[in-house]
Nanobody
Framework: QVQPVESGGGLVQAGGSLRLSCAAP????????MGWFRQAPGKEREFVAA????????YYSGSVKGRFPSPKDNAKNTVALQRNMLKPEDTAVYYC???????????????????WGRGTQVTVSS
């Protein structure tokens, strides 16, 4: 089965930016929704944003809207998430996931996603 691969994490000062990418080797996830989640130490995995592979529909968590531009379909089967105005509370492991869109699919919950990346660490210092 296909496993998404995240990249672009690292150490950034507060107010800085990072661009995270999620790649699916071989081909695009046609018909899928690509989701971004994050998990901080001692906390549950939480939804950040999601985008249909076609790029026509996007979803954001209310807590990050305005600081996280919409994910974007890119060449080479890559979806990007630009993260600006980073805060220390954004520190977490960020995961991308792919779920087949269908009736009743909820992009904000992890249970609907079929494939998960291993995560990329984002650390924001004050």
């Amino acid at each position: 089965q296909v496993q998404p691969v995240e990249s672009g994490g690292g150490l950034v000062q507060a107010g800085g930016s990072l661009r995270l990418s999620c790649a699916a080797p071989g081909r695009a996830f046609s018909g899928y929704v690509m989701g971004w989640f994050r998990q901080a130490p001692g906390k549950e995995r939480e939804f950040v944003a999601a985008i249909r592979w076609s790029g026509v529909s996007t979803y954001y968590s209310g807590s990050v809207k305005g600081r996280f531009p919409s994910p974007k379909d890119n060449a080479k089967n890559t979806v990007a998430l630009q993260r600006n105005m980073l805060k220390p509370e954004d520190t977490a492991v960020y995961y991308c996931a792919a779920g087949l869109a269908g009736a009743g699919f909820n992009p904000v919950t992890p249970s609907g996603y079929d494939y998960w990346g291993r995560g990329t660490q984002v650390t924001v210092s004050s």
